[in-house]
């Protein structure tokens, strides 16, 4: 297949998956792997694009971080509280991440591991909307710092290829007791500086590759699978805040524990 072809599938694959609680790292290693491509040929690919989605949160909540930014100037207990949780949240991926990053590499190219942790969080999604109680909608700013500090400890489940980083903070934070659309909008919030690092960290690793072009997959790929999936994501965030308000999460985990099963079947056959 064409590798521009590729890098627009992999695109829509990101934006559709990054925010609902399916696993977008997961998909693009399943897909990788459909498409007959070494996971570790696209991973800073993987990476990059993410950041496309990314910016969709930061174009659609562009109110929202312009009234925290006024906030901080005038010292507004809400501001400084929203940037305070996000920061806390954010902390453990960071030491996490940069502890664990060779094994974290490691499991990124294992399409196997995707597949089991598609099915256990299918199961782990089931179990929370069985048994989690609703609290009231709070804006991030309004949350107490030690769930702050709960999702961001969660989050680094997703360092886990086919957890799910929005899986793992939605997930965690109704387990904790927040309303469906709070837990939401955290998990969008918090997925800024988390993949913001997490691409530049990437891109840091493989400059040298990237400068010289020698890689099969060079910034052309990744500009088009960066716009596709900011573009897809814009679309994506609206109607699944819309979706989970009226269904909640149950559909996406049973696609997660068929989407497991079927990709073992694949790829064990």
Same mark, same amino acid.
């Given at each position: 297949?064409?590798?521009?072809?590729?890098?627009?599938?992999?695109?829509?694959?990101?934006?559709?998956?990054?925010?609902?609680?399916?696993?977008?790292?997961?998909?693009?290693?399943?897909?990788?792997?459909?498409?007959?491509?070494?996971?570790?040929?696209?991973?800073?690919?993987?990476?990059?694009?993410q950041l496309g989605a990314i910016l969709a949160v930061v174009v659609l909540y562009w109110r929202t971080f312009w009234a925290v930014a006024r906030g901080?100037?005038?010292?507004?207990?809400?501001?400084?509280?929203?940037?305070?949780?996000?920061?806390?949240?954010?902390?453990?991926?960071?030491?996490?991440?940069?502890?664990?990053?060779?094994?974290?590499?490691?499991?990124?190219?294992?399409?196997?591991?995707?597949?089991?942790?598609?099915?256990?969080?299918?199961?782990?999604?089931?179990?929370?909307?069985?048994?989690?109680?609703?609290?009231?909608?709070?804006?991030?700013?309004?949350?107490?710092?030690?769930?702050?500090?709960?999702?961001?400890?969660?989050?680094?489940?997703?360092?886990?290829?086919?957890?799910?980083?929005?899986?793992?903070?939605?997930?965690?934070?109704?387990?904790?007791? $927040?309303?469906?659309?709070? *837990?939401?909008? +955290?998990?969008?919030? &918090? #997925? =800024?500086?988390?993949?913001?690092? %997490?691409?530049?960290?990437?891109?840091?690793?493989?400059?040298?590759?990237?400068?010289?072009?020698?890689?099969?997959?060079?910034?052309?790929? $990744?500009?088009?699978?960066? *716009?596709?999936? +900011?573009?897809?994501? &814009? #679309? =994506?965030?609206?109607?699944?805040? %819309?979706?989970?308000?009226?269904?909640?999460?149950?559909?996406?985990?049973?696609?997660?524990?068929?989407?497991?099963?079927?990709?073992?079947?694949?790829?064990?056959?």
């Open positions: 297949m064409d590798l521009f072809i590729t890098a627009v599938l992999l695109g829509i694959v990101e934006g559709l998956t990054e925010f609902v609680p399916v696993s977008s790292t997961g998909h693009l290693i399943l897909a990788s792997e459909l498409f007959g491509y070494d996971a570790h040929t696209w991973a800073v690919f993987n990476v990059v694009i901080l100037l005038r010292r507004d207990p809400l501001s400084i509280r929203f940037v305070t949780n996000l920061l806390v949240a954010f902390m453990p991926s960071v030491v996490l991440g940069l502890l664990f990053k060779k094994q974290i590499d490691v499991m990124l190219g294992s399409p196997m591991i995707v597949g089991w942790a598609l099915i256990a969080g299918g199961i782990a999604i089931l179990a929370v909307e069985r048994w989690s109680k609703q609290g009231e909608y709070l804006g991030l700013g309004q949350l107490p710092m030690r769930q702050a500090l709960g999702v961001g400890l969660l989050q680094c489940l997703a360092m886990i290829p086919g957890v799910s980083r929005s899986g793992a903070t939605i997930m965690g934070a109704l387990a904790m007791g $927040i309303e469906r659309r709070t *837990a939401a909008e +955290f998990s969008f919030f &918090l #997925a =800024v500086p988390t993949m913001l690092g %997490a691409t530049t960290l990437e891109l840091w690793q493989n400059r040298a590759e990237l400068a010289a072009g020698t890689g099969p997959v060079g910034w052309s790929h $990744i500009a088009i699978g960066f *716009a596709v999936s +900011f573009v897809v994501a &814009l #679309a =994506v965030i609206r109607a699944f805040v %819309a979706y989970i308000s009226r269904a909640g999460f149950s559909p996406f985990a049973w696609y997660r524990i068929v989407a497991g099963a079927a990709a073992l079947f694949f790829l064990t056959r």
